[in-house]
């Protein structure tokens, strides 16, 4: 459709080609990345705790 030329004024959510079905991939892509991923932020303060901890030990200061 992009060859010819056609474009649509509006966009109501219908698949019609192959760039409407690629965006639709990733969107749902991402919201499965997102939903199933949801512990990174606890991982990440995990880590942050733990480098706290061991730089303590060490007598060392730390800044995140």
């Given at each position: 459709m992009e060859k010819i030329g056609t474009k649509f004024k509006y966009y109501d959510d219908v698949?019609?080609?192959e760039v409407d079905f690629t965006?639709?991939?990733?969107?749902n892509w991402l919201r499965y990345l997102y939903v199933n991923e949801s512990?990174?932020?606890e991982?990440?303060?995990q880590?942050?705790?733990n480098l706290?901890?061991?730089?303590?030990i060490e007598g060392e200061n730390f800044d995140e």
């Open positions: 698949n019609r080609d965006i639709k991939n990733i969107k512990g990174v932020a991982e990440i303060e880590r942050i705790k706290s901890i061991a730089a303590q």
